[in-house]
């Protein structure tokens, strides 16, 4: 089955940097974009950036755009959410999220990972 396992969440001061990693399996992993979001609580899950199969296209929200970094490696079946000059309102619990269509599937299912926190503070 579809598995997304985040990882490189923590707690890190403000100006600081963390490395985001989503593990997936279950899925031809080159052939699907994959996006990373973010939910404070109380509020809606937003979008921070996307990225497609092959990693040639990429777009990222206005707030982390010049800061934060979407990559992967479709060799480890990887992606990753590289993030600097990181700031409190980036306090979020970050999740991984991918739309598969599996099998005989006429239409694709979301998937989401089970998300990491990510805590800026001084």
């Known amino acids: 089955q579809v598995q997304l396992v985040e990882s490189g969440g923590g707690l890190v001061q403000p100006g600081g940097s963390l490395r985001l990693s989503c593990a997936a399996s279950?899925?031809?992993?080159?052939?699907?974009?994959m996006r990373w979001y973010r939910q404070v609580p109380g509020k809606d899950r937003e979008l921070v950036a996307s990225i497609s199969n092959a990693g040639g296209t990429t777009n990222y929200a206005d707030s982390v755009k010049g800061r934060f970094t979407i990559s992967r490696d479709n060799a480890k079946n990887t992606v990753y959410l590289q993030m600097n000059s990181l700031k409190p309102e980036d306090t979020a619990v970050y999740y991984c999220?991918?739309?598969?269509?599996?099998?005989?599937?006429?239409?694709?299912?979301?998937?989401w990972g089970k998300g990491t926190l990510v805590t800026v503070s001084s």
């Open positions: 999220y991918v739309a598969v269509k599996l099998g005989a599937a006429v239409y694709a299912k979301d998937y």
């Open positions: 279950g899925f031809t992993f080159s052939s699907y974009a």
